[in-house]
């Protein structure tokens, strides 16, 4: 039956749920992708609620001969989530920790609970669940069971199938059922059962006690040494229990069901095993190598010491974290230019006894004559190092162009002792392909990370794909080898296992899987007939990339379509409000794939590729896919990828205009300065109005603004009036230390005009000279608004205008960080092309405020004795877009600078306003929403003594509106210390 004849039913189906069920084309396009290079339109989405909307949902598949596909974070890198059925998404509902065990070490979970959640609820109980994923702050227990996920640390703790104990399963009849450890007599008993349970007992006993079956599992499966072995269904694990081998332990099926891709059964429950937290203290030894065969040899050297990972990055990794925003920081350890580089960790109860474990493979490894340097991170700066090796995968889709870092050979393992020769022949075999591969994984476990760089839209590099793969194998085979280690076989090494283990295996597979699901509803074309593997992939065979005329310019990722496309899935984006950072507010509010970057970049690749309209951009669904991007910059930094979604999301909005005009709330807010100047002439009148219950009320009604908002003031005189009266008399040093020029931006002028003055005064106290030149706003609020002809209009402007006068000596300084770091990312890009160049060198002079006296202090040029000792305690809450494109340690530094000042930088995200967006009726809720995840209670807990401080305005009006307490601009805070 056709997917549109199955509608009436679907609509059936979705009445009956206590969850939702959706099959509008947003939805199925949001999920048509994982991690993976394939796409594949489902049927329908689902997200259950209830065990009962599960076994709905399998009556409905068995009934209309459609299939369910188990999804949680969506970071599957061969396919598993991707199917024509329906995906049914557990992550948001199923995410309860049910019962916890401190005496027996075990805790039960709904698939849908993250590790790095789940490991914040263990800790202050003394355990943790040990599997670590470099996606560990969005892998969900489901995918880490479905894959078998190991991790860096396997090589101590094992993987995900040495942890589950329990699992409560839906089987394919809709029957719940609970497996775990049985007994030989246990065994028996459970073969008697009648029905479909029974029948699962009654095969595996019969398939494993025959003697041919059990020869050719011990013949042709992976070395039993190989503990990342994970290539068709595990029957190994269970031909090893009692039932089978007098020594053996007892059976589970358990053991199948992990690393199974949802292909036997749905899991709704997990009961795994926990283990005491690692020793607390740990050193990483960065051991640098000019090749990458010497670095294999050095991992042999390293697992005979107490290592706990051993971890592999090689130059073309190295060289994607160079352009990173957010992970170039986090090189400060990389010495000269290493082809290779193991990150080697050590704990111990104290620094000296993990140093001492440390310092010993350091004088192995130069007895051996393998390495040139052997830099030893220290506890405070692990944590940035392991981060720099995590964002691995995603910086591959920053290579330019439509050549990628391909996922099909990323999850050999071998014996380690193997594992210099494999490389080798591995390299070697890819030369042929005229292919330089791209090295990055678990060393200490055998398994590395190999990537061919292809491009999947082209016919040739699909074959490639293929030849590639199949290369692969064979070598894999060759070594006895197992060709997945973690990631599962999906639909990308699917095709390969009966090579893998042989025929007769495989057909003793599909005999499993057709007896646990006969129908095939379970994730079918996994692991089991699958579907040639270069086949429903993202980009249709031999496309060409349609070109779209934009008016940013994109040309450095080859255009807006190109930007989308540098999402690679990863899912960075859907970590949660406690793993830190920025992004993505939205997603973390509403928890849905939607309000992600990864599901906008989705859906704009999806409709600008396949438009056939006037207008590319003329789309409802991009149009709802973007509403709720609060254009924070959170994925332009800490992306992976740096997928920039608010340019993106600017220019949407700039083309969406051409087709249905510009709304008038988008018009007010984008001309809010000229408003504003208007307004000052008159401001005791215009503040009047704006906070009068019923003009108020009545203007708020007009614009869509939400009535529990307070309109900003408009302060009575413009900074830029007050300095042309004020300045020339303001009291200041005989030597000036330096001149800068101030970028009075529309905010700090009309609003914050008292800021701004604090801000002047003290600059000139302590020594430096400020000019105040004529020029245009910022152009930030048409950019939010996607008027981009008006905010181009006023880059020209102020770039003719301070290109000529910044320089190293001379910088330009803002007070609001959106306003003034639009010199530093948007500018080059929205300025005519006789410009850029001068754009370009303004961006590296321009600075925030906090940036400009946090540097001015490392150069001792404002010291401490010039202010207060008093104490004073103060809670510090950044700009989304300092943190994106500056730092928020600069404020950090300027509010630790009286030397009794003590500084706590909130662990927030966005606060939620968002320039304009918390103002919007609509977004209100959701606005409020994100700053109670973790700004608001922060600043709730503080006394009245303490100071909050924000740089950011709609931050400030944020904290008042969502607290009561009002916030004080960082400059505020040090004018209020200085006592010269």
Same mark, same amino acid.
Request: contains cysteine; aromatic residues 8%; glycine residues 8%.
């Given at each position: 039956?056709?997917?549109?004849?199955?509608?009436?039913?679907?609509?059936?189906?979705?009445?009956?749920?206590? $969850?939702?069920?959706?099959?509008?084309?947003?939805? !199925?396009?949001?999920?048509?992708?994982?991690?993976?290079?394939?796409? =594949?339109?489902?049927?329908?989405?689902? /997200?259950?609620?209830?065990?009962?909307?599960?076994?709905?949902?399998?009556?409905?598949?068995?009934?209309?001969?459609?299939?369910?596909?188990?999804?949680?974070?969506?970071?599957?890198?061969?396919?598993?989530?991707?199917?024509?059925?329906?995906?049914?998404?557990?992550?948001?509902?199923?995410?309860?920790?049910?019962?916890?065990?401190?005496?027996?070490?075990?805790?039960?979970?709904?698939?849908?609970? *993250?590790?790095? =959640?789940?490991?914040?609820?263990?800790?202050?109980?003394?355990?943790?669940?040990?599997?670590?994923?470099?996606?560990?702050?969005?892998?969900?227990?489901?995918?880490?069971?479905?894959?078998?996920?190991?991790?860096?640390?396997?090589?101590?703790?094992?993987?995900?199938?040495?942890?589950?104990?329990?699992?409560?399963?839906?089987?394919?009849?809709?029957?719940?059922?609970?497996? $775990?450890?049985?007994?030989?007599?246990?065994?028996?008993?459970?073969?008697?059962?009648?029905?479909?349970?029974?029948?699962?007992?009654?095969?595996?006993?019969?398939?494993?006690?025959?003697?041919?079956?059990?020869?050719?599992?011990?013949?042709?499966?992976?070395?039993?040494?190989?503990?990342?072995?994970?290539?068709?269904?595990?029957?190994?694990?269970?031909?090893?229990?009692?039932?089978?081998?007098?020594?053996?332990?007892?059976?589970?099926?358990?053991?199948?069901?992990?690393?199974?891709?949802?292909?036997?059964?749905?899991?709704?429950?997990?009961?795994?095993?926990?283990?005491?937290?690692?020793?607390?203290?740990?050193?990483?030894?960065?051991?640098?190598?000019?090749?990458?065969?010497?670095?294999? !040899?050095?991992?042999?050297?390293?697992?005979?010491?107490?290592?706990?990972?051993?971890?592999?990055?090689?130059?073309?990794?190295?060289?994607?974290?160079?352009?990173?925003?957010?992970?170039?920081?986090?090189?400060?350890?990389?010495?000269?230019?290493?082809?290779?580089?193991?990150?080697?960790?050590?704990? #111990?109860?104290?620094?000296?006894?993990?140093? #001492?474990?440390?310092?010993?493979?350091?004088?192995?490894?130069?007895?051996?004559?393998?390495?040139?340097?052997?830099?030893?991170?220290?506890?405070?700066?692990?944590?940035?190092?392991?981060?720099?090796?995590?964002?691995?995968?995603?910086?591959?889709?920053?290579?330019?162009?439509?050549?990628?870092?391909?996922?099909?050979?990323?999850?050999?393992?071998?014996?380690?002792?193997?594992?210099?020769?494999?490389?080798?022949?591995?390299?070697?075999?890819?030369?042929?392909?005229?292919?330089?591969?791209?090295?990055?994984?678990?060393?200490?476990?055998?398994?590395?990370?190999?990537?061919?760089?292809?491009?999947?839209?082209?016919?040739?590099?699909?074959?490639?794909?293929?030849?590639?793969?199949? %290369?692969?194998?064979?070598?894999?085979?060759?070594?006895?080898?197992?060709?997945?280690?973690?990631?599962?076989?999906?639909?990308? @090494?699917?095709?390969?296992?009966?090579?893998?283990?042989?025929? =007769?295996?495989?057909?003793?597979?599909?005999?499993?899987?057709?007896?646990?699901?006969?129908?095939?509803?379970?994730?079918?074309?996994?692991?089991?007939?699958?579907?040639?593997?270069?086949?429903?992939?993202?980009? =249709?065979?031999?496309?060409?990339?349609?070109?779209?005329?934009?008016?940013?310019?994109?040309?450095?990722?080859?255009?807006?379509?190109?930007?989308?496309?540098?999402?690679?899935?990863?899912?960075?984006? @859907?970590?949660?409000?406690?793993?830190?950072?920025?992004?993505?507010?939205?997603?973390?509010?509403?928890?849905?794939?939607?309000?992600?970057?990864?599901?906008?970049?989705? *859906?704009?690749?999806? /409709?600008?590729?396949?438009?056939?309209?006037?207008?590319?951009?003329?789309?409802?669904?991009?149009?709802? %896919?973007?509403?709720?991007?609060?254009?924070?910059?959170?994925?332009?930094?800490?992306?992976?990828?740096?997928?920039?979604?608010?340019?993106?999301?600017?220019?949407?909005?700039?083309?969406?205009?051409?087709?249905?005009?510009?709304?008038?709330?988008?018009?007010?807010?984008?001309?809010?300065?000229?408003?504003?100047?208007? #307004?000052?002439?008159?401001? $005791?009148?215009?503040?009047?109005?704006?906070?009068?219950?019923?003009?108020?009320?009545?203007?708020?009604?007009?614009?869509?603004?939400?009535?529990?908002?307070?309109?900003?003031?408009?302060?009575?005189?413009?900074?830029?009036?007050?300095?042309?009266?004020?300045?020339?008399?303001?009291?200041?040093?005989?030597?000036?230390?330096?001149?800068?020029?101030?970028? %009075?931006?529309?905010?700090?002028?009309?609003?914050?005009?008292?800021?701004?003055? !604090?801000?002047?005064?003290?600059?000139?106290?302590?020594?430096?000279?400020?000019?105040?030149?004529?020029?245009?706003?910022?152009?930030?609020?048409?950019?939010?608004? $996607?008027?981009?002809?008006?905010?181009?209009?006023?880059?020209?402007?102020?770039?003719?205008?301070?290109? !000529?006068?910044?320089?190293?000596?001379?910088?330009?300084?803002?007070?609001?960080?959106?306003?003034?770091?639009?010199?530093?990312?948007?500018?080059?890009?929205?300025?005519?092309?006789?410009?850029?160049?001068?754009?370009?060198?303004?961006?590296?002079?321009?600075?925030?405020?906090?940036?400009?006296?946090?540097?001015?202090?490392?150069?001792?040029?404002?010291?401490?004795?010039?202010?207060?000792?008093?104490?004073?305690?103060?809670?510090?809450?950044?700009?989304?877009?300092?943190?994106?494109?500056?730092?928020?340690?600069?404020?950090?530094?300027?509010?630790?600078?009286?030397?009794?000042?003590?500084?706590?930088?909130?662990?927030?995200?966005?606060?939620?306003?968002?320039?304009?967006?918390?103002?919007?009726?609509?977004?209100?809720?959701?606005?409020?929403?994100?700053?109670?995840?973790?700004?608001?209670?922060?600043?709730?807990?503080?006394?009245?003594?303490?100071?909050?401080?924000?740089?950011?305005?709609?931050?400030?009006?944020?904290?008042?509106?969502?607290?009561?307490?009002?916030?004080?601009?960082?400059?505020?805070?040090?004018?209020?210390?200085?006592?010269?």
């Amino acid at each position: 039956m056709s997917s549109s004849n199955l509608v009436p039913n679907l609509e059936k189906l979705a009445a009956r749920m206590q $969850g939702e069920l959706k099959f509008d084309s947003l939805s !199925k396009t949001l999920y048509a992708t994982d991690a993976s290079v394939y796409r =594949e339109m489902p049927l329908a989405v689902a /997200f259950p609620k209830t065990e009962q909307d599960i076994q709905l949902l399998i009556d409905f598949a068995n009934a209309y001969q459609t299939s369910l596909i188990p999804r949680t974070a969506g970071t599957s890198l061969a396919g598993q989530c991707v199917g024509n059925g329906i995906v049914v998404d557990v992550s948001k509902h199923f995410t309860q920790i049910l019962e916890f065990n401190l005496e027996e070490k075990w805790v039960r979970v709904q698939p849908g609970v *993250v590790r790095d =959640e789940l490991n914040r609820f263990l800790r202050p109980h003394g355990l943790f669940f040990s599997p670590v994923t470099s996606t560990a702050n969005r892998a969900m227990i489901g995918g880490m069971v479905g894959n078998n996920s190991s991790g860096t640390t396997s090589i101590v703790y094992g993987t995900t199938r040495e942890k589950v104990v329990e699992l409560k399963v839906l089987l394919s009849d809709g029957n719940p059922t609970v497996f $775990g450890q049985v007994s030989k007599k246990e065994f028996d008993e459970k073969c008697t059962i009648p029905g479909l349970e029974g029948e699962l007992y009654r095969q595996v006993k019969m398939e494993l006690s025959d003697p041919k079956n059990r020869e050719n599992i011990n013949r042709h499966f992976p070395k039993k040494s190989i503990h990342r072995r994970n290539t068709g269904y595990a029957l190994d694990y269970l031909m090893e229990t009692e039932v089978f081998d007098e020594t053996g332990q007892s059976f589970n099926f358990c053991k199948l069901l992990a690393g199974s891709e949802g292909t036997l059964a749905f899991t709704t429950e997990i009961k795994i095993s926990l283990d005491p937290l690692p020793e607390p203290v740990d050193i990483v030894v960065a051991a640098h190598f000019e090749s990458i065969t010497l670095s294999m !040899k050095a991992s042999q050297v390293a697992m005979k010491h107490p290592a706990t990972a051993v971890e592999l990055m090689d130059k073309i990794i190295l060289d994607c974290t160079k352009e990173s925003i957010e992970y170039s920081k986090n090189r400060y350890f990389v010495e000269g230019d290493p082809m290779a580089l193991l990150m080697i960790e050590f704990r #111990g109860q104290s620094l000296e006894e993990a140093l #001492g474990k440390g310092k010993a493979l350091v004088e192995d490894l130069k007895a051996a004559g393998l390495g040139y340097a052997y830099p030893i991170i220290e506890p405070d700066l692990t944590a940035s190092a392991w981060a720099l090796r995590s964002a691995g995968l995603g910086l591959l889709a920053n290579i330019p162009g439509d050549r990628k870092a391909v996922a099909c050979v990323e999850d050999t393992a071998v014996d380690i002792v193997d594992l210099a020769d494999y490389i080798d022949e591995f390299d070697r075999t890819m030369v042929t392909f005229k292919q330089e591969p791209v090295h990055y994984a678990h060393a200490g476990a055998g398994e590395i990370h190999l990537r061919p760089i292809l491009d999947l839209k082209k016919k040739e590099d699909r074959e490639e794909f293929y030849k590639i793969s199949k %290369a692969s194998a064979e070598l894999v085979k060759k070594y006895n080898g197992s060709l997945s280690g973690e990631h599962g076989d999906g639909r990308v @090494r699917a095709p390969f296992i009966p090579m893998m283990v042989g025929e =007769e295996n495989y057909q003793l597979f599909r005999r499993i899987k057709a007896t646990w699901d006969p129908s095939g509803i379970f994730n079918p074309g996994k692991i089991v007939d699958a579907a040639p593997m270069n086949t429903s992939l993202r980009y =249709e065979e031999d496309m060409v990339t349609p070109e779209q005329d934009t008016l940013m310019d994109f040309s450095a990722v080859g255009g807006i379509l190109r930007m989308a496309e540098k999402c690679n899935g990863s899912g960075d984006c @859907r970590k949660l409000p406690t793993s830190g950072g920025t992004m993505c507010p939205s997603y973390q509010a509403t928890r849905n794939e939607k309000d992600t970057t990864r599901g906008r970049a989705n *859906v704009l690749r999806e /409709f600008l590729t396949k438009d056939q309209q006037p207008n590319p951009f003329d789309h409802p669904e991009i149009k709802e %896919a973007l509403d709720l991007c609060l254009s924070c910059k959170g994925c332009t930094a800490e992306c992976p990828s740096n997928v920039d979604m608010a340019s993106m999301k600017a220019e949407f909005l700039h083309q969406y205009h051409k087709t249905h005009g510009i709304p008038l709330r988008s018009k007010a807010f984008a001309n809010i300065a000229t408003l504003n100047n208007l #307004g000052g002439k008159i401001a $005791g009148v215009s503040n009047f109005f704006l906070g009068n219950k019923f003009t108020g009320k009545a203007l708020k009604s007009i614009l869509g603004v939400a009535e529990q908002r307070e309109l900003p003031a408009i302060s009575k005189v413009s900074l830029r009036s007050w300095f042309k009266k004020n300045y020339s008399s303001l009291p200041g040093k005989e030597k000036v230390i330096k001149t800068i020029y101030l970028f %009075a931006d529309e905010f700090t002028n009309y609003n914050d005009t008292e800021i701004g003055i !604090k801000a002047v005064q003290l600059l000139k106290k302590l020594g430096y000279e400020i000019i105040l030149p004529e020029h245009e706003e910022s152009g930030r609020s048409a950019l939010s608004k $996607g008027l981009l002809e008006k905010a181009k209009k006023h880059a020209d402007a102020n770039v003719r205008v301070f290109g !000529k006068l910044v320089d190293g000596e001379h910088p330009l300084v803002g007070i609001e960080p959106s306003a003034i770091l639009s010199f530093r990312d948007e500018y080059p890009r929205l300025v005519d092309k006789s410009l850029v160049e001068d754009a370009k060198k303004l961006k590296f002079h321009t600075l925030m405020l906090d940036e400009f006296i946090g540097r001015e202090i490392v150069a001792g040029n404002i010291r401490a004795e010039d202010f207060t000792s008093e104490p004073k305690t103060i809670k510090l809450h950044g700009h989304c877009h300092q943190k994106a494109l500056s730092a928020v340690s600069w404020s950090h530094k300027l509010l630790s600078l009286p030397q009794n000042y003590v500084v706590e930088t909130i662990p927030s995200g966005c606060c939620g306003m968002a320039g304009s967006f918390g103002y919007e009726k609509e977004h209100y809720e959701l606005s409020m929403q994100i700053g109670e995840m973790v700004l608001f209670p922060a600043v709730r807990e503080a006394d009245q003594e303490t100071i909050i401080a924000a740089p950011g305005t709609s931050c400030r009006h944020q904290i008042a509106d969502g607290t009561g307490r009002q916030a004080l601009h960082p400059i505020e805070v040090l004018w209020d210390a200085y006592r010269g």
